[in-house]
Structures are given as structure tokens and as C-alpha cells.
């Protein structure tokens, strides 16, 4: 039987290749509060004012979603979820709303990605609830370290929906905040990506592949 015998070089950027190569594992996740997504089990149908239940976006060994109301300057929780409506919030069907202070209650929803995965915050749509001109913003902070990641700065959504495309991941999690008026400011269609992020033993196995590649160029440079 013959053998073919191949080079360190080429084994090597083959080896590299393939990692390179190598597929991320991504999850998509879309928030759009609809179906029976209500009370402590999160499988209960939704009536306007309904809490929405904790369980809700939850990928098991992927993402954890947790949400809640709070006061704006200090941060107490006023609600520890957040509540179900049907329609009125511009032109969305299904939204999730805040606190019953229409000044000083702002929402939270936190994004935990499993130990591994990154999560990324692609889109999400605000309404304003019968038109009402509540001058709310957004904000989204990394969850570990506290940076801001992304803000909106304030908006009025009026009768139309307004969409933003924040774009921004984190291994540690994302927090999205919205207010202070999360009772007039309303939140659909919130997408998430949830991608595998390489071990570094697969970075440190394509760093050596790289490396022993310069020795054998460096090596055959002085032959």
C-alpha cells in the first residue's frame, strides 16, 4: 500500500483552514409577545395587564431572558416582570410594558448567554401608547462590566412604530433599558442571535498552526 506523505506545511494549513472555516453555532430568538406567554409558568394565556412570564425567551444551555420595572433614579424593582398588551402602542400587536408611574418607572430585560455563547441584540421596535408623547430612550449596556454598547437617545414613536438595529454582543450579557416612561413605551419584536464562541484551546491550537507555519517560511528563507 502506498502513502502519500504531506509536508508540516501543508498539514498545517489545513489544520488552520479547518478552524477557520469551522461553522459558528447561531440561535435566533424573537421576542414578539404573543401566544400563551403569561403568569408564573409562562404558559398561560395573555388579557392586557397580564405579567408575562420569566420563562419567556429562555433557550435551555443558551439564553436566559429576565425582565422588570424599576424606579429610574435608584434602581429598586417596582415590578419583577413586565406586563402584556394587545394593541394601541402605535401600530404594534403585542407588546411589553413597565410600571404604573408614567414619570419615573423605567424596563429592564437582561440577555445571558449560556457559558460558551455570545448574544447579540439585532433589532427591536418601540410604540407609544393613543399617540401619547412620553420622551423615552434606550439604552443597552454590557451586563458584566456596565459600558454602553448602544443608546438611541430619545424618541417619541407617535402613531408609527420606531425601529432600531442596535447590533451589539456580549459573552457576559446584555442589559436593554427603556424610560423613564415604560407605562406610555412599549417593546416588540425584540431579535436576538446566540453564537458559540471557540474555546481557547481552539484559538491557542490555530496560533500554534500559525506559528509553526512562519518557522517553516522563516527556515526555508535561510536554506
Known sequence: ????????????????????????????VLLDFSGNICGDATNAACTNGAGIGQGYGDVVGLLDVSHRAFVTATGTTVNS??????TAYSDLEGVAWGGSN???????????????????LNSMD?????????????VV??????????????FDAGTTRLSFMPGVSSVNGLVLRFGPDSYNTGIDNISL?????????????????LGVIGALRRRRKAD
Not at 502513502?3 to 469551522?22: E, K, N, Q
Not at 449596556?141 to 448602544?150: H, I, M, V
Request: hydrophobic share 45%; no cysteine; charged share 10%.
Open 1 to 28: 500500500m502506498a502513502f502519500t506523505r504531506i509536508s508540516p506545511l501543508v498539514a498545517t494549513l489545513g489544520l488552520s483552514a479547518a478552524l477557520l472555516s469551522a461553522p459558528a453555532l447561531a440561535t435566533d
Open 81 to 86: 416582570s413586565l406586563f402584556y398588551w394587545s
Open 102 to 120: 408614567p414619570d419615573t418607572h423605567s424596563a429592564e430585560f437582561v440577555f445571558t448567554p449560556g457559558a460558551g455563547y455570545a448574544v447579540t
Open 126 to 138: 418601540f410604540g407609544d401608547y393613543l399617540n401619547r408623547n412620553d420622551g423615552s430612550s434606550a
Open 141 to 154: 449596556l454590557d451586563w458584566l462590566t456596565g459600558q454602553t454598547l448602544w443608546s438611541s437617545g430619545a
Open 193 to 209: 442571535t446566540v453564537t458559540a464562541v471557540p474555546e481557547p484551546g481552539t484559538w491557542a491550537m490555530l496560533a500554534a498552526g
